[in-house]
Structure formats: structure tokens, C-alpha cells
């Protein structure tokens, strides 16, 4: 067994559906990998860079990324399903998109009559954090001439 099947799902769409050779994911208390014949597991996602290695079969190995935030892994006979709130992939996300949605999160604030202002506050430091993993990604990206 050298391969396992990983499967990554939004609300939205299903971003991938192949056999690779080794998983790092983005579990809520750190990253862990996944090769083939991984033991059954569930855990909860937090926000992170998902990165899968493909077989290099016919000279299409390699690696590909997302920018997950929350959602459930799950391992199970041999397949990885990962179904993330959101997911991005790393190809498609810009290092000016990235900035400005940094921008979009620095500029905002919580009113102080917010019904709720620590979950509010919440949303926006996540909002915060995922734009500065999108920039790093986007940075990582341009790097490896991507």
C-alpha cells in the first residue's frame, strides 16, 4: 500500500478527490501526517496549510496546498476526508488579494454596542489570521514559482 485516497470537501464543492502518498494536516491543536495504512481517526480542523504529496507516477508527483479553516478529518479504510468550512487553494490565491483582505481586517472593528463583542472579536481575529495565511501561502507560492 502506497498510496491512500484523500478527498477534500467544502459546503461548496469538492476541491479534491485523488491517491497520494502522505498528508499534513491542520488539526485545532497543531499539524499531524497521514500516510498510507493510518489507524481510523477523527479530529477536529483549526486553521492552517493542508498539504498533500502525489505519487510520481509519469512525472506527476508532487505537492499541493490549501489554506483550511475548520471543519472535521476523518481516516478511514484507507481514505482521508477531509471536510473543511473552507478551503483555498494555494495556486489560487494572490499575494495583492491577500494583502487587501488583510487590509479589509485591519480596518475593521467592533462597535461597543455589538450584542455579542467577544464572539465578534473572535470572528475578526480569525478573519486576521486566516488573511495572514493566505499571505504567507501566496509569498510561499511565488517562491516556488508557482
Not at 2 to 12: A, D, M, W
Not at 40 to 54: E, I, K, M, N, R
Not at 77 to 82: A, G, K, M, R, S
Request: with cysteine; net charge negative; aromatic share 6%.
Amino acid at each position: 500500500m502506497k498510496t491512500f485516497r484523500c478527498q477534500l470537501v467544502t459546503p461548496n464543492s469538492k476541491l479534491l478527490d485523488e491517491e497520494v502518498t502522505y498528508a499534513n494536516v491542520p488539526a485545532w491543536d497543531g499539524l499531524f501526517g497521514v500516510m498510507p495504512g493510518r489507524a481510523p481517526l477523527l479530529a477536529q480542523l483549526g486553521l492552517g496549510q493542508l498539504t498533500v504529496t502525489f505519487p510520481d507516477a509519469a512525472g506527476k508527483g508532487g505537492d499541493r496546498s490549501y489554506v483550511i479553516d475548520g471543519g472535521f478529518v476523518k481516516m478511514s479504510d484507507n481514505t482521508l476526508t477531509v471536510l473543511a468550512e473552507a478551503a483555498f487553494p494555494a495556486e489560487e490565491i494572490t499575494e495583492t488579494d491577500a494583502k487587501a483582505e488583510i487590509e479589509d481586517a485591519e480596518s475593521r472593528s467592533i462597535p461597543a454596542a455589538a450584542p455579542a463583542p467577544a464572539a465578534a472579536q473572535d470572528r475578526l481575529q480569525q478573519d486576521r489570521r486566516r488573511a495572514a495565511l493566505k499571505l504567507r501561502v501566496a509569498q510561499d507560492g511565488r517562491v516556488k514559482g508557482i
